[in-house]
């Protein structure tokens, strides 16, 4: 009986540490040696609006890419909940950044209605069903009074954005990372962790499915007291069990979710009419991974990784310490073997060492100018590649 228990411990032991050792050393790559691929083309694009912009979107239609910027890396070092940087004595200073993709120049965008207390993390896109000239502009926003998101209207080629709306529910928007919008006061969004303090790092290291996608929708009302501003708010937990959901896109035609986890895996939903998420697939990635930036062109996908996971975690404490970053880019497989099963490529694109691109997190194609855009949480600017062709 003894020994039936034993090896019932050692067999749930097995499970429990076999994610995390792939994810260290399989998928992380600790003990690879890094250099750089594809980086010949590269040049770092430093200006003080381009600090910390851990996310970003392209509209393609004006050439711009919307950054989520921290601009004060010394608040951002203090306060970062998601990194477990918690000096509540800083009050986040960033902004949203339009990025020209021709001219690499960079313009804040003035919020208007809104106090101005802004920790930037996710940051999503959707051009306004009612009005051409509007874009709809969802951020996450880690406040000391807890995370929300800030739900923005923008009118093209002006320089502030209008919030209508914020959104923050302290049970299914615990702890935001990036967010899709789906209508001007609707979204999609990705909660990293479901758990705090000592268990946050236990569900962290053992890439636990224990977090999930939150639906949000808010009918009337404009403000983040939802009912009562006469408005009803809508929350359903729309996909669980997933480990470390980070990064969210939207197919162009809004068929088709894609969620990123940092375990190393893509999954693929669809929406249903309840709103809630039917997983149609995952995709194995030879990495951890960060977020998603969907190329509408193409259809393919591009996600930003880490190369070394201990790497990036010194990194994090100490700006110094190079993070290398990698880069794939997911295709949908147009060869025979897709009948086999096979609906994606995955090729790997680019690989730098952290000399200038140190714990990249997005990276994003513009086709218009054949480059690629990549930020980083802790990066001093935007990178800028040549868009290497599909091989």
């Not at 890396?73 to 993709?101: C, H, K, M, Q, Y």
């Not at 935001?176 to 990705?190: H, K, L």
């Not at 039917?278 to 030879?286: A, S, V």
Request: with cysteine.
């Amino acid at each position: 009986m003894i020994k039936v228990v034993l090896v019932s411990l050692l067999v749930v032991a097995a499970a429990l540490i076999y994610v995390p050792v792939r994810q260290l050393i399989g998928v992380g790559h600790v003990l690879s040696s890094y250099g750089n691929e594809n980086t010949e083309s590269c040049r770092l694009v430093e200006h003080p609006l381009l600090r910390g912009c851990e996310d970003g979107e392209l509209h393609a239609e004006t050439g711009t890419i919307f950054f989520a910027c921290a601009i004060n890396l010394a608040d951002r070092s203090g306060w970062f909940p998601p990194l477990e940087l918690a000096n509540r004595s800083v009050v986040g200073s960033g902004g949203i950044v339009a990025f020209d993709t021709k001219t690499l120049t960079p313009r804040r965008l003035a919020f208007e209605s809104h106090d101005g207390e802004f920790t930037p993390h996710g940051i999503g896109l959707l051009p306004d069903p009612a009005d051409a000239g509007k874009l709809i502009v969802h951020a996450v926003n880690h406040r000391r009074d807890g995370s929300v998101v800030d739900m923005f209207e923008h009118t093209l080629g002006s320089t502030t954005l209008l919030r209508i709306g914020t959104a923050r529910n302290a049970r299914l928007l615990a702890s935001p990372n990036d967010v899709q919008p789906v209508g001007r006061t609707a979204f999609y969004a990705t909660n990293d962790l479901a758990t705090h303090g000592f268990l946050r790092q236990i569900e962290m290291l053992l890439s636990l499915r224990w977090s999930h996608v939150t639906y949000f929708e808010r009918r009337g009302g404009a403000d983040d007291t939802g009912a009562a501003a006469g408005g009803i708010d809508k929350w359903i937990v729309a996909a669980e069990h997933l480990a470390y959901p980070n990064g969210i896109a939207r197919s162009a035609d809004g068929e088709h979710i894609y969620v990123s986890q940092s375990s190393g895996e893509m999954r693929v939903f669809k929406p249903r009419k309840s709103h809630t998420l039917k997983m149609l697939g995952e995709l194995k990635l030879p990495f951890s991974v960060d977020n998603i930036a969907l190329d509408a062109q193409s259809g393919d996908f591009y996600l930003t990784g880490f190369g070394n996971i201990l790497g990036w975690r010194e990194h994090v404490h100490d700006h110094s310490a190079k993070s290398p970053s990698a880069i794939i880019r997911v295709s949908h497989n147009t060869e025979q073997d897709q009948y086999y099963g096979r609906r994606y490529r995955v090729e790997r694109l680019m690989v730098e060492d952290g000399s200038k691109a140190s714990g990249a997190t997005v990276a994003i194609p513009d086709q218009a100018t054949q480059r690629l855009f990549i930020g980083g949480v802790f990066m001093h600017g935007i990178l800028v590649c040549n868009l290497p062709p599909r091989k």
